[in-house]
């Protein structure tokens, strides 16, 4: 019977766990922790991704300093504002969301964050940390994953797991963080030949690429894990549109022994790991 690791349960727990934590600090006193999030413009998808960020804050009591921005604001300005929070002792963490409109250097903004108050986890500090294996703020989706590993007792140890994908965002990071619980590594990606070959050998399979259903029964190794933290709008009959990941579930849910659905696997952690580690930057900050 393959197990579905229900990210959407998971998340909803560690939620209440936060915010069980978060009424204990401010009823001794403390000051909730704070999370800044700068949306500049108005990507539709963005939007609706820091709404969802925003009411996470709110159901945990984290306070929300939401900085949503024109489409004009400058580069200049955002630094400025980044500045601004960076120094700000009611702000624990700073969130930039992506994309930016085109006139801004994404790369310089995110640099610009205290590493301390990197809550995603992008700043070259924070993944140096993980390099070397020490402490600091993990890249939310990867950081999500092995929290969904560790809840359902699948353990990394000598296993081989290949990683498609290589982005900043999940592919690098998790394939770190793969490697830090003593997992055999294989990261893939669009040059990589033989592609199945490989797939075939997985016994945890992470697919984050963003091309719908290319994960199908046929490349994958009985018995394997796999994660899917693609996210793909397809359109269904109707003209209507429904959500799905880089893995084709109906026929590969019956050939693993563990797979993650989509919506409801990855997605949902995410957002619980974002929410964690700014509660873990706030406890540093305040000495709890």
Known sequence: ????LDGKALAAQIQTELAEQINGFVNNGYRPPGLAVIMVGNNPASAAYVRNK?????????????????ATTSQQELLHL????????????ILVQLPLPGHLDAIALLHAIDPDKDVDGLHPLNMGRLVREEDGLRSCTP??????LSAYDIDPVGRQALVIGRSILVGKPM?????????????????????????READILVVAVGQAGMITADTVKPGSVVIDVGINRVEVPGGKAKLV???????????ASAITPVPG??????VAMLLENTVTSYRKRVGL
């Not at 394939?175 to 797939?199: D, F, G």
Request: glycine letters at 8%; a negative charge; hydrophobic letters at 40%.
């Open 265 to 270: 696997g990855v997605g949902p952690m995410t």
């Open 82 to 93: 980044i500045h601004a929070l960076n120094q700000d002792d009611q702000v624990d963490g």
């Open 245 to 255: 990941g880089d893995v084709d579930f109906a026929s590969v849910e019956p050939v």
């Open 1 to 4: 019977m393959t197990q579905r």
């Open 143 to 148: 950081y999500g994953v092995m929290r969904l």
């Open 175 to 199: 394939a770190l963080m793969l490697l830090e619980a003593n997992a055999t590594v294989t990261v893939a990606h669009s040059s990589t030949q033989n592609l199945t070959a490989l797939t």
């Open 54 to 70: 925003e009411r996470s804050c709110e159901r945990v009591g984290i306070t929300s300093f939401g900085k949503h921005l024109p």
